[in-house]
């Protein structure tokens, strides 16, 4: 009896080192700019070639402006950085590199699967914590180091000890007004940023199961939030369908065999996990973060926390974190003013939470103190925005699009949350001066995003 | 590549024995954000990024170093820097091991450490060693006391001192990561070695 992670594992080692790590074998190497120029460098200075070129898809996406992409980058060192990136892809004879402007073009974790790289069973990774987001199809995908992207150009295969894992199950069905997002943040809230270390986790339950696929990349997007190695889905029908007929899916026969095999990967019945965790979906309301990790997150009508409810080891943390974003102990947050909203990230800027945002404001109009930015997460869901007529309404409503990439989730360009500031934000991390020096992140799905940016204050969407 | 591996062993010679003061950084939870913020991430290579180690907490707008920062409160010094608990969480960004490294730790003890971190850092020849959370209060207690307090970390037996108190916990590290740190050689060199295995691999899974 072997559960869904241990058949992919299994399928995929190569070979044990004795008292060390396995030697896995990698099917899908995505790559970005940001994590990549010193691994190719070092292919370089040992002489080698990239072993399998085909398997790797590049994507400019981290330090790219989301303005007037159609002219020179005007930061020097992010121009160089970019440029870097194409030399390497031409030197090295990478034929699926998408830059700028590109129709395929994104980020990363949201352009493999829209473009079909994302399978059941594939082991996947990319220098980018986030892989875990492919998860969702029933694939191992896991974030590595720089050195580790020079072993898989080198040789397509990273050494990894074996994680321990876990399943949670999410029993039921989610009230009204909320979503996947809110699910992953409740979860982190309960397990802490590290109460998945070590682990690989399966999520399992009906709550899960009627999750659509943008949903479930959502879920296992946030994996890494609990500092889980990686998520995974069980791949059923819903998969299947998302799958198939997408560009680099396997076509034909191929698809047939493919097909049969995606169908026995489940967890068989009785497998053991190192770690089980039972939730209830009705349980779930929509969430918010108050302070500096994804792990301090409450429902909207909640209140932070009180010293006393803090173990003592953590409280200087804890502190820290509410005088950074200039909160009290113990105080509630709907009502609060905000000054930015951000609908972005490889966490909610796939084509279902701009559908969701522009529901919820059709009609109204965006508050005037708030500054919103509208970061699609690839040019293939700016062009869906468009076509399904998203984009009118949201202009209507007096909203501007960006254009894609990670823009203000990790403000490597030029789209920073001023110090100070409040930002609600469909991101992933509200870490101290990740959305920009001295900026305030309140993390959120793309409902409460939506509600925030239309009263200006943070708001239950619910209402 | 050789003179990398030549600074490794250079390195790892030292490090089969390190005795050090250190430089206590007690809050938990620091993520790679912390330890080097984004936007100086636009670098092509390795070099450069201790200076900005800690950036965001080190230096004030103007770039002028925050007085109540560790790093720069001349009486702690170091190669050990001893953190509270869950280092290293967040990105993947090895950029955070190289600035680590680049600043001058050898060594990073806590009582947790996030994952990838803790293989970016043995990547790099940085040792995260993990203690009990007892033995990480009683470091922070003893060098509060004395800022000279030393710290020795010793590999070959795996094994952290404190010398003060003279109380020794023993760590855990992979065998094969061990061997890699006490020769010198990197995971490269290792699957470079089974080139006919993965080809072999390849076959049996068309
Ligand atoms: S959108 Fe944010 S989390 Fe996702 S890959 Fe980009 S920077 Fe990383």
Redesign the pocket.
């Known amino acids: 009896m072997k559960t869904l992670f241990d058949k992919i594992w299994d399928a995929h080692v190569v070979s044990s080192v004795e008292n060390g790590p396995t030697q896995l074998y990698i099917d899908r190497h995505f790559c970005?700019e940001v994590t990549s120029p010193q691994a190719f460098n070092g292919l370089r200075a040992r002489g080698l070639k990239v072993f399998r070129p085909e398997k790797t898809t590049l994507t400019a996406?981290?330090n790219t402006p989301t303005i007037n992409q159609d002219q020179p980058v005007k930061d020097p060192i992010s121009k160089n950085q970019l440029d870097t990136f194409a030399k390497n892809a031409v030197e090295f004879n990478l034929p699926l590199y998408f830059p700028l402007g590109h129709i395929k073009n994104g980020?990363?974790?949201?352009i493999g699967p829209e473009n079909g790289f994302t399978h059941p069973g594939a082991t996947i990774v990319c220098g980018?914590?986030?892989t875990s987001?492919h998860g969702a199809f029933g694939a191992i995908a896991f974030g590595i180091g720089t050195s580790e992207v020079e072993m898989v150009l080198a040789t397509q295969c990273v050494l990894q000890t074996r994680p321990k894992t876990m399943r949670i199950t999410f029993n039921g069905k989610f009230g009204k007004g909320v979503n996947a997002k809110d699910l992953a943040l409740y979860m982190i809230s309960k397990l802490t940023t590290g109460g998945a270390t070590g682990y690989f986790v399966e999520y399992a339950g009906e709550a899960i199961r009627n999750l659509s696929m943008e949903e479930r990349m959502t879920v296992c997007?946030l994996s890494i939030e609990m500092g889980a190695r990686g998520g995974l889905i069980a791949p059923d029908q819903t998969t299947f369908d998302y799958v198939k007929g997408r560009e680099f899916a396997p076509k034909g026969e191929e698809w047939d065999t493919k097909l049969a095999y995606w169908k026995t990967l489940k967890t068989d019945e009785g497998a053991a996990f190192d770690k089980e965790l039972t939730f209830d979906a009705a349980d779930i309301q929509p969430m918010i973060t108050y302070g500096t990790n994804p792990g301090m997150g409450m429902g909207i009508t909640d209140s932070i926390p009180t010293l006393d409810q803090v173990d003592e080891a953590g409280r200087i943390s804890f502190q820290k974190s509410l005088e950074y974003m200039g909160f009290e102990a113990g105080e509630k947050l709907e009502g609060k003013a905000i000054d930015y909203v951000f609908l972005?990230?490889?966490?909610n800027?796939r084509i279902e939470d701009f559908r969701a945002f522009t529901a919820f404001v059709k009609g109204k109009k965006k508050a005037e103190n708030v500054i919103a930015w509208l970061v699609p997460?690839s040019w293939m869901v700016e062009k869906q925005i468009r076509e399904e007529g998203l984009y009118d309404i949201l202009t209507e409503a007096g909203f501007a699009l960006r254009q894609p990439?990670?823009?203000a989730?990790?403000a490597?360009n030029d789209d920073k949350v001023p110090a100070g500031k409040y930002a609600v934000s469909t991101?992933?991390?509200n870490f101290e001066g990740r959305q920009g020096p001295g900026a305030r992140t309140i993390l959120a799905g793309p409902l409460v995003a939506a509600a925030a940016a239309i009263s200006g204050k943070i708001t239950d969407p619910r209402a | 590549m050789a003179y990398l591996l030549i600074g490794k062993l250079y390195f790892m010679e030292k490090f089969i024995k390190l005795t050090s003061s250190v430089v206590p950084l007690p809050i938990e939870n620091v993520d790679t954000d912390q330890i080097i913020p984004?936007r100086f991430l636009k670098a092509t290579d390795k070099n450069g990024f201790g200076d900005n180690l800690f950036a965001d907490w080190r230096y004030n707008k103007d770039g002028s170093p925050k007085a109540d920062f560790v790093l720069n409160n001349a009486t702690f010094s170091g190669s050990i820097l001893v953190a509270g608990k869950n280092f290293g969480s967040g990105?993947s960004r090895e950029h955070a091991a190289w600035a680590i490294d680049g600043y001058g730790f050898k060594v990073v003890v806590s009582s947790f450490f996030a994952d990838i971190f803790q293989n970016n850092a043995l990547n790099n020849g940085v040792l995260p060693v993990v203690v009990s959370a007892d033995f990480l209060a009683e470091i922070f207690a003893t060098v509060n006391a004395d800022p000279k307090a030393t710290l020795t970390i010793n590999l070959e037996e795996q094994t952290v001192t404190n010398n003060s108190t003279g109380k020794s916990e023993t760590f855990v590290i992979n065998a094969y990561k061990k061997e890699c740190l006490l020769n010198g050689l990197d995971d490269i060199d290792y699957l470079l070695s089974k080139k006919t295995l993965i080809e072999q691999f390849e076959k049996s899974i068309k």
């Open positions: 970005h996406d981290h980020v990363v974790h949201i980018d914590s986030h987001t997007n972005g990230s490889c966490t800027g997460g990439g990670c823009s989730c990790l490597m991101s992933n991390r | 984004a990105s």
